[in-house]
């Protein structure tokens, strides 16, 4: 159990245009979804926290109108990278946690791998 | 806020040698502490996690020690194995029952069992 899938796995855009990443959690209801980034052979660095129907709380130094966070249903959140630029390049990572359950543990994805050319 | 620091940063072994991880947090109000495996290009694994009321857990090959007064905890991995090469995060945070808290990772350690 404590599934969470992520798509795509990897994605190429051009600089300037944007891409959507999601983050779903298969067989559990996630009251609350993180979205970590981690660059090459770093620790994961915490960009923000989603509740399902609120909106996302960022981190400091992360641009919420670049960084566009959506966590409509309790199963899926989505990370939407706007006008990505080379820098933005990176591993985005998310987690799921439930209430219901172990609220303090969080269930990670697989991660996607963005590339902006 | 919490600040994770973790050592060494890689990690050396022979296959069958024991391999020690540790980690020094720096927020009192911390308790709980997980430990996550990752492999190349994929997300972290929770392999083992402790909270603040335990001094010590253990499964199987890997064992976690955690003593509060000096806010430090460490992962052990007993008779180190090829497939147990990755890097390895320990984390923090201060959980609260009914909410989802933020972890505070530690820098990383890369792992490498060598035949």
């Known amino acids: 159990g404590a599934v969470v899938s992520q798509h795509p796995s990897w994605v190429i855009c051009k600089s300037g245009t944007s891409v959507k990443i999601e983050c779903r959690s298969l067989?559990?209801?996630?009251?609350?979804m993180f979205w970590y980034r981690q660059f090459p052979k770093q620790s994961l660095m915490l960009m923000a926290t989603s509740n399902e129907g609120s909106k996302a709380t960022y981190e400091q130094g992360v641009e919420k109108d670049k960084f566009l966070i959506n966590h409509a249903s309790l199963t899926l959140s989505t990370l939407t990278v706007t006008s990505a630029h080379p820098e933005d390049s990176s591993f985005y990572i998310c987690?799921?946690?439930?209430?219901?359950?172990?609220?303090?543990?969080?269930?990670f994805g697989p991660g996607t791998r963005l590339t902006v050319t | 806020g919490e600040n994770v620091e973790q050592h060494p940063s890689t990690l050396s072994v022979q296959e069958g040698d024991s391999a020690v991880i540790k980690c020094t947090y720096s927020?009192?109000?911390?308790?709980?502490f997980p430990w996550y495996k990752q492999e190349l290009g994929k997300g972290p694994q929770l392999i083992i996690d402790i909270r603040s009321n335990v001094g010590e857990k253990k499964d199987q090959r890997i064992a976690v020690t955690l003593n509060k007064t000096a806010k430090h905890f460490s992962l052990h991995i007993t008779e180190t194995q090829p497939e147990d090469s990755a890097v390895y995060f320990c984390a923090a945070t201060p959980r609260r029952t009914g909410t989802a808290s933020k972890l505070t990772f530690g820098t990383g350690t890369r792992l490498q069992v060598t035949l």
């Open positions: 987690s799921a946690s439930s209430t219901a359950v172990r609220s303090y543990e969080q269930y």
């Open positions: 067989d559990f209801q996630a009251t609350t």
């Open positions: 927020d009192s109000a911390s308790n709980y």
